[in-house]
Structure formats: C-alpha cells, structure tokens
C-alpha cells in the first residue's frame, strides 16, 4: 500500500494521544499526583492537540474531506463509522475530566470515574482504528491476529512516554512502578511487532496470480502487458513496492528507536527530565517508521493482476 503522510500521522498521532489520555485517568489512582493546574493544562493540551490533529490529518486523504460526516452514518458495518462516532463520543468523558482537573482541582472520585470511563472508550477507538485494517481480508498483512494487539500496546507504549516524560518535568512522582509499567508496555510492543513482521513475512499466500486469474489449471500465470498504458489510482494507492533490504533496514531502525533506546533509558536511571525527552524523541522516530512500514509492506490482492505472482 502506498503510505500516505496524512495516514501515518493520523495513526501516529491519535494513538499516542489515545494514550495519554488513557494514562492520566489510570494514574492518580496509582500514584498520589497532586492536582496541578499547569500540568493538566499542558498534559490534556498536548493529549488532544495530539487526537485532534491525527483526525484532521485523516481527512486529508479523502477525495472530499467535506463528506467525512457521512461516513459516520454506517457504524452498523463499518469499522471506520465506528471509529468515528467512537472517536466523538470519547470527547465527552474525556473533556469532563479534563475540565474537571484543571479547572476544579479533581481527578478522583467522580471526576476520576468519568475518567475512567474516557480512557476506557479511548482504547475502544484505537481498537476501532486498527480493525479499519485488520478487518480488509484483501490485504493479508494486516488481517491478521497481531494489527488490533499491536495497535492498542503502541497506543498506551507512547502514551506512557509522554507521561513520564511530562510528571518527570513538573517533578511528579511515579516511583518505579511507572517506569516499570511503561517498560513491560515496551517489552510488549516489541514482542508484538517481531510476532507480527515474522507473520507476515512466513505466512503462506492466500491468492496466486493463477487462483486470482483461474487459470492455474493451465500452469504459471504471468503477465504480458499491463492493463493501462500508465499509472492509474490502483497502482498508485494498492500497487506500491518496497525492496526486502530496504524493509529490513527500515525494520532495525523502528526496532533500535522505537522500542531499544527506550527501553535502555528506562533501565539506565535515574529518571530526568532530559531522559524522558530523549526517550519520546527517539520513540517519536520509531513509531513514525514502524507507521510507514506497515502500510508499506501491504499487499493488495488486487495487485495480482499487475504482475504480483503471490499475496
């Protein structure tokens, strides 16, 4: 699949503010955080500015942005209808415990629960988003077991990082329960990614140019001409290609800043402001990359009437 920009930052983004969200209504029922207004301020800022962006960044790759509405209206059968009206109902508690820590000093209690209730609908977005994916039986790489799994550990991985990164910045303490937390999450991710690029790259085609053509009772299908005499929107978005030694590099790089450095940070200790900084900066790196590749690496089955022999 071709991996459009705004795509990338729509999954990228969003997920990592998904996650934020999700940590700082978990949190003050597991540390003592103090109410302080410029941090909530700062860390919802930062969480929705996050949400907001990856779902305008989407739009863009719309060929009429304007009737994005509408794609709401098929939430009975469709993953991406369910994502969006999941993504605007998750403002509402959302924004009421965000309301409620900056500007009446709560987030336990009530507010905590409503809280709760935004981080559990939060995830159900993500898993919305990823099942956008995960459900396409057209493309094998991602209709498969390890995109919604992948998809929720890379949420909360990086919604982490951004959270100890911003309470080690306003001097919070987590003790070592949060950074542990956020390296299990590490861990996680980067078991899930290795399960998910081995899948992907041993799991037996399930389409052939000679299945797709019904012509494999007469032996090898291979292709003449091509359908057009130039691109067209198919090859474009469907028929992208990347070299296998490109992906592997590009596999290390998402593996070492994604979810190494990261990991080598969080054992190093002891926990700073400058660490966290690096930590997300290097994250930031990785998940961009590990975004790109997996759109990249997506074969559509359709791409078997262009010269693809196997999907």
Same mark, same amino acid.
């Given at each position: ?81 369910? !994502? ?21 000093? !709560? ?93 992907? /790259? ?22 003449? !001409? ?18 296998? /030694? ?52 997506? /074969? ?7 010269? !693809?022999? /196997?999907?």
């Amino acid at each position: 699949m071709h991996p459009a920009k705004s795509v990338i930052g729509f999954t990228t983004a969003s997920g990592a503010g998904y996650g934020l969200l999700a940590w700082l209504a978990i949190a003050p029922y597991l540390w003592p955080m103090a109410v302080e207004q410029s941090f909530g301020l700062v860390a919802f800022g930062i969480a929705f500015a996050l949400v907001v962006g990856g779902l305008l960044s989407s739009t863009f790759h719309l060929g009429h942005p304007e009737r994005a509405w509408r794609a709401m209206s098929q939430w009975r059968s469709s993953w991406l209808s369910r !994502e969006g009206v999941a993504a605007i109902v998750t403002f509402i508690p959302t924004g009421l415990y965000a309301i409620s820590w900056v500007f009446m000093g !709560e987030n336990t209690g009530n507010a905590g629960i409503i809280g709760l209730v935004g981080a559990a609908m939060s995830l159900i977005t993500v898993y919305c988003t990823s099942m956008i994916y995960g459900s396409l039986k057209t493309i094998p790489a991602w209709h498969n077991a390890a995109t919604a799994p992948a998809y929720l550990v890379l949420s909360l991985m990086t919604g982490g990082l951004l959270f100890l990164m911003l309470t080690r910045l306003w001097g919070y303490d987590v003790g070592a329960t949060g950074s542990e937390t956020v390296l299990l999450l590490l861990l996680a991710g980067l078991l899930t990614k290795v399960f998910y690029w081995h899948k992907i /790259k041993t799991q037996k085609p399930v389409s052939t140019a000679e299945s797709a053509t019904g012509l494999g009772a007469f032996g090898k299908v291979s292709l003449l !001409e091509s359908p057009h005499t130039s691109d067209n929107y198919l090859l474009k978005e469907m028929g992208f290609r990347i070299a296998r /030694k490109h992906a592997s590099k590009l596999r290390i790089i998402s593996a070492i800043t994604l979810f190494l450095l990261p990991i080598i940070i969080l054992m190093m200790g002891p926990a700073t402001s400058l660490s966290g900084i690096v930590a997300v900066s290097s994250a930031t790196v990785g998940i961009i990359t590990e975004r790109w590749l997996f759109f990249a690496e997506a /074969k559509h089955v359709v791409t078997l009437y262009y010269g !693809e022999s /196997k999907v």
